[in-house]
């Protein structure tokens, strides 16, 4: 079983910055790519970033790339998405999946609201 805690969220201003974490429970998490989605209210979850397993290949949604960082740390199972340049926008619920193919893993969500 694999259960996957997203943190860092928060009310940030636009303009501003956040950094969202995800911790893996498991020793499989370093075997796996690993990826950010978001839903805004009233609208379907969408795609944000993607890693692969190594971390050597990263890809982004048109929408966040130049401002949205994807890392990770396999030596402590931890999903990072560094959040810059923050817009209204991006106001949403953000999840971390695992990716096995599809996304089989889910996390609980971590809201991020930007003020304008």
């Known amino acids: 079983q694999v259960a996957l805690v997203e943190s860092g969220g928060g009310l940030v201003q636009a303009g501003g910055s956040l950094r969202l974490s995800c911790a893996a429970s498991g020793r499989t998490f370093s075997s796996y790519s690993m990826g950010w989605f978001r839903q805004a209210p009233g609208k379907e979850r969408e795609f944000v970033a993607a890693?692969?397993?190594?971390?050597?290949?990263?890809y982004y949604a048109d929408s966040v790339k130049g401002r949205f960082t994807i890392s990770r740390d396999n030596a402590k199972n931890t999903l990072f998405l560094q959040m810059n340049s923050l817009k209204s926008e991006d106001t949403a619920v953000y999840y971390c999946a695992r990716g096995a193919g599809p996304y089989d893993y889910w996390g609980q969500g971590t809201q991020v609201t930007v003020s304008s």
């Open positions: 890693i692969s397993w190594s971390g050597d290949s990263t």
